[in-house]
T-cell receptor, first 114, second 114 residues
């Protein structure tokens, strides 16, 4: 069965630090990839997505992610985090062309200290 | 456009009762998916409806069921509630039931089973 792994359960950073959250998936075929964010008390929001083309995708609020097919990875990055980035981040995949469902990682909680 | 709406936002039930949750998708969206979010299991897919038909189902017992109406609004029902059903239930909508689509999430219904 397909699965998504997010290696860091909780990351604590100071403001202006750089961020990289890991995401690996297990599926040998073509997938579409997503990062969602859940701010405290708010609903899941799409941060960015990769369907095809340039493997470096840019999302909202200065986030970007790089799809490395050979490593089955889709890591999320931000050069300089802000206190307002404190949230839980979820990586998700869906098999291209299927009527399948989104498979989510367990999430990474990011706490940014002011 | 209004986002995905879910009612009620909070529910408290006792074991053995049943519950019905409602989801109104973004206008024009025909696919509705349901997810269960718990601290231990993360986000897990329940089922997806498109044009009033269940297209996909996750690995949940038959106590969990759903339906979709002609206006794309969806309901999910959980019968004979168990303590472990306490969770945040999320609804997501997308224009069509294809994996190339982005799913947009509602705020969720938080269910507490006592």
């Amino acid at each position: 069965a397909q699965s998504v792994s997010q290696h860091n359960h909780h990351v604590i950073l100071s403001e202006a630090a750089s961020l990289e959250l890991g995401c690996n998936y297990s599926y040998g075929g073509t997938v579409n990839l997503f990062w969602y964010v859940q701010y405290p008390g708010q609903h899941l929001q799409l941060l960015l997505k990769y369907f095809s083309g340039d493997p470096l995708v840019k999302g909202i609020k200065g986030f970007e992610a790089e799809f490395i097919k050979s490593k089955f990875s889709f890591n999320l990055r931000k050069p300089s985090v802000q206190w307002s980035d404190t949230a839980e981040y979820f990586c998700a995949v869906i098999i291209t062309g299927s009527q399948g469902n989104l498979i989510f990682g367990k999430g990474t909680k990011l706490s940014v200290k002011p | 456009k209004a986002g995905v709406t879910q009612t009620p936002r909070y529910l408290i039930k006792t074991r053995g009762q049943q519950v019905t949750l409602s989801c109104s998708p973004i206008s024009g969206h025909r696919s509705v998916s349901w997810y269960q979010q718990t601290p231990g299991q993360g986000l897990q897919f329940l089922f997806e409806y498109f044009s009033e038909t269940q297209r996909n189902k996750g690995n949940f017992p038959g106590r969990f069921s759903g339906r979709q109406f002609s206006n794309s609004r969806s309901e999910m029902n959980v019968s004979t509630l168990e303590l472990g059903d306490s969770a945040l239930y999320l609804c997501a909508s997308s224009p069509r039931t294809r994996a190339a689509e982005t799913q947009y999430f509602g705020p969720g219904t938080r269910l507490l089973v006592l």
